[in-house]
């Protein structure tokens, strides 16, 4: 047996559990995660990992310590361990440039969006919205990493063959919605969002859901020439690889 062992951190989730099934691990609202190493700076700069966008994916379930299926994430949930991630592998500061000047984002001071938890009930969790103007309801779920990636290998897979033509924005709706004036019959709720949807409506509904779904506050106040601005704080290469050019 090796005599030697890694540091871990516990991370508190933004969903602090609530969408999880009370048998997850992820229920507790927190998970245990290790600190990074040369083994997993390798997964940084593999190859095959860059180049089908899974590199993040592969190295935070590398690092994260409790067994849990990484699937079942919310998206949320996956940026606060994202940037815990980074200020357990390199620290706290993080350079930005921002106006054509160098600035350093404190990492630490990033908070969990502010959660209520009166709209969650339990796993599977379902949300109601009445859109505006067309006075209907849906229902729509939070989604978790693995349906997301679902998502998104469709939308893909729709513009290899339409091209700028792929319907992303519809797409991400059926996933999104439900239900549909009481309705959860798919061919009824496509229906609605390919041809009744009104852009109006759409745009309330995501605004919504971005309120709805926990995550982090990925903004920072920094000092631009003696007046305090805020500003969002880019992921880029050096996020995870700070000697990057």
Not at 60 to 88: H, P
């Amino acid at each position: 047996m090796s005599k030697f062992s890694l540091p871990t951190e516990t991370v508190e989730l933004p969903s602090k559990g609530l969408l999880a099934a009370p048998d997850s691990p992820l229920s507790s609202g927190k998970i245990e995660m290790k600190y990074m190493t040369t083994r997993e700076e390798d997964i940084l700069t593999n190859p095959s990992y860059i180049a089908n966008g899974t590199v993040i994916d592969r190295l935070l379930e590398a690092l994260i310590v409790t067994d849990i299926d990484y699937n079942e994430l919310s998206i949320g949930d996956k940026n606060a361990i994202m940037v815990a991630a980074r200020i357990l592998s390199y620290g706290k500061d993080y350079p930005i440039t921002y106006k054509g000047k160098e600035y350093v984002v404190d990492l630490s001071l990033v908070n969990n969006k502010p959660l209520d938890d009166s709209l969650y009930s339990g796993p599977s969790t379902e949300f109601s919205f009445t859109l505006p103007t067309a006075k209907i309801e849906v229902k729509f779920k939070l989604l978790n990493h693995g349906e997301e990636t679902k998502m998104l290998d469709e939308i893909e897979g729709l513009r290899k063959i339409q091209g700028e033509n792929a319907p992303e924005s519809t797409t991400r709706l059926r996933y999104m919605i439900v239900e549909v004036d009481g309705s959860r019959d798919r061919k009824d709720i496509k229906d609605f969002i390919d041809n009744y949807f009104l852009a109006r409506d759409a745009r309330a509904f995501r605004e919504y859901y971005a309120q709805v779904q926990p995550d982090i506050d990925l903004t920072a106040k920094i000092d631009v020439n003696g007046v305090e601005e805020e500003v969002e704080i880019p992921i880029g290469i050096t996020f995870f690889w700070p000697d990057a050019e």
